[in-house]
């Protein structure tokens, strides 16, 4: 006893020394966070950089923005982000490609500094529009969902076009930008921070709302998506951050499709029977579309159709599925040097360098689908631990499960080598023609022969 009991407090000693206990819990941390999103989205944070905030104010800011990202994650094919701050006027400060992880993000959030005077709210909501619709953003059709987030601290009092508004009259136009941009699918969160932004009571007890939280409320459209702080220090709390990042990390289609858990028996019922007909249409109105779309296509596309883009949605559970892609999506796993003649350009050489940007082409497709078909994966466990109830034994999201990882972790990176293998034969070739021999000498009659040793 007394030996185990000295080895039991050795271990204790060397854990500490060696710091394997706070590695652990270091790496849990950093888990839990690389796990906050369970889908995959592209976001744009609009800051105010107004007079009214103080230097100290800022620091809290852009904490907020850091704090924003580090729990949804940046990388290449996976969450995209872009960042606007706004005051005189607006200006773009991060595009969607200008990082694509999460550290380098995070620092050129601190390298901020803030200027102006005015709250021109109109024109952040602008820059934070464009953020979304170019530089790296907008462009991936397979996106679960597209968010602009924006924080201010006092009323409107500037325009995109220099006149001072303030006032419920002057405040029509931001309003219709505000819809625009909902319109075009982009989901907007508001906060408000100080007391432009709070409900109080009247004399005859009744709740009256500050013009500032009318105005979130307005733009927004839906109350649920303003969130208000008494004060700047507050917004990096953990509760308020994860009130702002659950919007942006969950799947519209399964939000809406997907009731929770504390629900009663009947309200069970009448999700299950409502979430069947919403299914039942969206996949009749998705049907109609795709045999429309299809009918009026091209005649130059019958010749190769486009690869899938991202997940479908399973008509049974209304959730996503990654129904595998095969190879004939992607030509250039089994090309041969008999079809490099197929591919534009008079010389040889010519050809070569298109098949080559085909493959390229090609390998981008299959990273955009496996970042895809991860987000999916990530979106079904996070389903599968909340509303597993909903789901009988969960079987079929299980074998949901399974069918992401099969394509995403198995066959996608075999598919990304063997294209990487024939882009290098490719280049090779390339290579040859552009040296000294090939530009004296160029395969005769027998050149496929002396090729196709090389391409089996």
């Not at 921070?193 to 109080?200: A, D, L, P, Q, R």
């Not at 039942?280 to 130059?300: C, E, G, N, R």
Request: aromatic share 8%; charged share 25%; glycine share 8%.
């Amino acid at each position: 006893m007394k030996l185990l009991v000295v080895l039991l407090v050795g271990l204790v000693a060397y854990a500490t020394a060696h710091n394997i206990v706070g590695n652990v819990n270091h790496n849990n941390k950093h888990k839990a966070t690389s796990d906050a999103c369970t889908t995959f989205s592209e976001f744009a944070l609009v800051l105010d950089e107004s007079k009214s905030i103080q230097p100290d104010d800022w620091k809290d800011v852009k904490n907020f923005a850091s704090e924003i990202v580090q729990k949804v994650g940046i990388s290449t094919y996976g969450n995209r982000a872009g960042i606007a701050s706004f005051s005189d006027r607006a200006r773009i400060r991060i595009t969607c490609k200008q990082h694509d992880n999460t550290k380098d993000f995070i620092q050129a959030i601190n390298a901020f500094e803030r200027k102006g005077t005015y709250t021109n709210m109109e024109d952040g909501l602008i820059k934070g529009q464009r953020l979304l619709k170019e530089s790296g953003c907008g462009h991936r059709s397979s996106v679960f969902s597209r968010i602009l987030v924006i924080l201010s601290d006092g009323i409107p009092n500037q325009s995109p076009q220099g006149s001072q508004t303030g006032s419920k009259s002057g405040l029509s136009t931001l309003f219709q930008r505000a819809r625009g941009i909902r319109s075009e699918g982009i989901k907007i969160i508001a906060i408000g921070v100080g007391k432009e932004f709070e409900v109080n009571k009247d004399k005859d007890g009744h709740d009256t709302v500050d013009l500032g939280l009318e105005i979130l409320r307005e733009i927004t459209g839906d109350p649920a998506l303003v969130f208000t702080s008494q004060t700047f220090s507050q917004l990096t709390n953990s509760d308020f951050i994860k009130q702002v990042i659950d919007p942006i990390c969950t799947d519209p289609a399964i939000s809406s499709t997907v009731a929770p858990t504390t629900t009663k028996r009947t309200t069970t019922q009448t999700t299950k029977a409502t979430t069947k007909a919403t299914t039942k249409a969206t996949t009749k109105a998705t049907t109609k579309a795709t045999t429309k779309a299809t009918t009026k296509a091209p005649d130059a596309t019958k010749a190769r159709p486009g690869p899938p883009t991202g997940p479908t949605v399973d008509p049974d559970t209304g959730v996503c599925r990654c129904r595998g892609p095969t190879e004939k999506d992607f030509p250039g796993l089994s090309l041969s040097v008999f079809d490099i003649e197929h591919f534009p350009g008079e010389a040889r050489k010519d050809k070569v360098k298109s098949a080559i940007l085909d493959i390229v082409k090609q390998s981008r497709q299959i990273k955009e689908l496996q970042a895809n078909y991860n987000g999916c994966k990530r979106s079904l466990r996070h389903i599968l631990l909340k509303t597993v109830n909903q789901y009988k034994d969960g079987t079929q999201l299980f074998f949901n499960i399974d069918e992401c990882t099969v394509n995403a972790e198995c066959k996608f990176p075999t598919w990304l080598n063997r294209l990487e293998e024939k882009k290098c034969k490719l280049e090779d070739e390339l290579r040859w023609y552009q040296g000294t021999f090939g530009r004296i000498y160029d395969y005769g009659e027998n050149a496929y022969q002396q090729l196709s040793g090389v391409w089996k």
